[in-house]
């Protein structure tokens, strides 16, 4: 029968009488616990914008044909020299079109697949900007504005303009950032470029592209994919590349194989295109919980070594409350729940702390060239984070408050009785 | 006559740092509201018996009766129960919880006893206190009255659960001749008026004599 009426009140008492020793040993759980959610909301947060600068702006799959040599040269199919060891110099690549062959077939077979959240035609395409009598060379890619910005977030790297007003202009171009401000161009300028087969076309500014790499904001312009088959003079099926997105991107390799296999095509899966990103995560993600978790013990030992000199100074609390009917397991209660209040009363100041640090942070502005949207530190507000917290906080304050506790369940009576 | 406490052939052995045969073949036993006290020269191992007698020390030979039931064998979590509503024991250094206040450190044992509600607890006690002359003190902590006081809120404590036999380690070996005066006859008169039975180790001759009846140990034996 354990009576935790009296056994809390001893325990409280206890705790209130030495009310520093008592605020240091939660001060230690609410620190640990309070730098756990910090770093690993930032943390996080931090490697979620790292991950979605590559994961928003790549196709899990990219459909495209590439230029490359035949992989079997003619002489393979020459029966007399089947058996001998052929040397071909110099190869060169096979001349294949640009063009995706039946790409709106291959786009309408893509989305009904299930898996598919979109696959969007994109046209690559080299022009040159004229300003005067200079030229500079650039990329302009003719997109599906308003799928982009639902399937790839482009609106994040619209930095003025909107990708609803490339839709709506016929001949409108979001420039790059870097070309603008080289041409000195502004909104609702015109501009006119080129393709390499030598005509002119005027098009209308109706946004700015900035992907935070200069290299690429030098050089780089969107247009609706009409436009571009309108000046390199190609037909409405002229299409170079095919993005798709799907909704498991675990599914990435699978479907790039097929597509490669059914479509004599190549396609390029997330994975293959970025794989050191996968481990900058993993590792970054390791160093997050190998800095909390060495916090979260530390708090641990902090508890320990409180509660422990607790029992050293209680030593005739415990003779006496055992001489007078107390049994071992009741003063081992005692001193647990002591460490449990310790560690709930820490943990739940901790979260608050956690919570606090982290909303501070989520309002340090933070400017940077790579994401023109973000205005603030990125935090990960997930609840997950704190359920973790207060749990370990529980775990570790109990293991802390366990052992000290045990051997005050053991202390013998009469030999500290006998001792004074 | 009904025994509150009997003692059959009870031996105890120290192990350590040698083997020293403490007690040898102990048998004695104490009737309802007898007042005995054991006498013997320091090291005789009065003590140690009396730690055995109150249930504390489990390390022994023999059979040791409480209020006529066996309590040698029983598990700790029984005897705990057993102490903490058969006897009431007071110590030479007067062991309160010295956070608490004194009407706490009183009620405590009852608390732990659940057999009463805490109005209940806190009337006894109050009378308990008031009996002992100390009522004034209640909601003092007891870290802060002085030595002769503290012996009573102990023998308070000691009283709180009405026990059977009340167990004193030299009660008045740390107190001035007054105080000492003041605990024998508080003792006196629970044995006299309320009929309990009181068994008291001590060394002093004075108290010894006042008491029903002497038990004297020598060497581990007792003599008489």
Excluded at chain 1, 100 to 123: F, K, S, T
Excluded at chain 1, 299 to 326: P, S, V
Excluded at chain 1, 372 to 397: E, Q
Excluded at chain 2, 38 to 66: A, P, R
Aim: aromatic share 8%.
């Amino acid at each position: 029968m354990i009576n935790w009426t009296i056994i809390l009140s001893i325990a409280r008492t206890h705790l209130l009488t030495k009310i520093k020793q008592t605020a240091i040993a939660a001060l230690g759980v609410t620190f640990g616990i309070g730098a756990y959610i910090t770093l690993v909301c930032f943390m996080t947060g931090l490697n979620k914008m790292l991950d979605d600068l590559i994961l928003n702006q790549t196709p899990h799959v990219h459909i495209y044909n590439e230029i490359e040599p035949s992989k079997k040269q003619p002489i393979a199919l020459y029966d007399e020299f089947k058996n001998s060891f052929n040397v071909v110099h110099s190869i060169r690549p096979k001349l294949t079109q640009k063009k995706i062959h039946n790409a709106l077939p291959i786009i309408d077979y893509l989305e009904r697949n299930d898996n598919v959240r979109g696959a969007l035609p994109q046209i690559k395409t080299q022009i040159f900007y004229i300003s005067g009598s200079i030229d500079i060379g650039g990329n302009l890619t003719g997109i599906s504005p308003l799928d982009e910005a639902k399937f790839f977030n482009m609106s994040d790297y619209i930095v003025e303009g909107s990708a609803q007003d490339l839709h709506n202009t016929d001949n409108g171009i979001l420039l790059g950032i870097g070309i603008a401000e080289k041409m000195s161009l502004d909104i609702g300028d015109r501009i006119q470029v080129s393709p390499i087969s030598g005509e002119v076309f005027s098009l209308k500014i109706v946004g700015f592209y900035q992907s935070g790499i200069a290299d690429l904001d030098a050089i780089q312009s969107f247009t609706n994919v009409k436009t571009v088959q309108r000046i390199l003079g190609e037909a409405e099926n002229y299409i170079t590349d095919i993005n798709v997105k799907l909704h498991d991107i675990s599914q990435a390799v699978s479907m790039s194989k097929e597509i490669e296999q059914k479509f004599k095509l190549k396609a390029i899966d997330i994975n293959t295109a970025n794989a050191q990103f996968e481990t900058g995560t993993t590792i970054r993600n390791l160093i997050t919980y190998a800095v909390s978790i060495t916090l979260l013990i530390v708090a641990g030992f902090g508890i320990y070594n409180i509660l422990n000199m607790l029992i050293y100074e209680k030593m005739n609390d415990i003779a006496i409350l055992k001489a007078t009917g107390f049994s071992g397991k009741d003063v081992q209660l005692i001193f647990m729940s002591q460490a449990i209040i310790i560690g709930v009363v820490g943990g739940i100041l901790g979260l608050l702390m956690g919570l606090g640090l982290s909303l501070l942070i989520d309002r340090l502005p933070f400017a940077t060239e790579a994401l023109p949207t973000i205005k603030t530190y990125p935090i990960n507000h997930n609840p997950w984070f704190y359920f973790i917290g207060i749990v370990f906080a529980l775990i570790s304050t109990f293991f802390a408050g366990f052992l000290p506790s045990r051997r005050a369940k053991k202390i013998d009576p009469v030999t500290i009785i006998r001792g004074q | 006559m009904k025994y509150v406490l009997e003692a059959q052939h009870i031996n105890k052995y120290f192990r350590k740092p040698v083997l020293f045969h403490v007690l040898k073949d102990i048998s004695f036993t104490i009737e309802q509201g007898e007042f005995a006290s054991i006498m013997g020269k320091s090291g005789c191992g009065k003590s140690t018996l009396l730690y055995i007698l109150s249930t504390m020390d489990t390390d022994y030979d023999g059979k040791l009766f409480l209020n006529e039931e066996l309590a040698t064998g029983e598990s700790r979590q029984k005897l705990s129960y057993l102490r903490n509503k058969h006897i009431g024991f007071v110590f030479q250094f007067h062991y309160l919880l010295s956070e608490f206040s004194v009407l706490e450190n009183v009620m405590l044992p009852a608390k732990k006893l659940g057999e009463k509600t805490f109005e209940e607890i806190e009337h006894d006690a109050m009378e308990k206190l008031k009996v002992l002359g100390i009522d004034k003190l209640a909601k003092k902590r007891a870290s802060r009255i002085s030595g002769g006081e503290k012996q009573r809120v102990a023998i308070a404590r000691a009283l709180i659960n009405n026990p059977s036999i009340i167990m004193g380690d030299e009660p008045t070996g740390n107190l001035d001749s007054y105080n000492s005066e003041n605990v024998f006859s508080i003792f006196k008169q629970l044995s006299d008026e309320e009929g309990l039975s009181l068994l008291v180790v001590t060394h002093d001759m004075d108290f010894a004599k006042r008491t029903d009846r002497i038990i004297t140990m020598e060497d581990g034996k007792l003599i008489s």
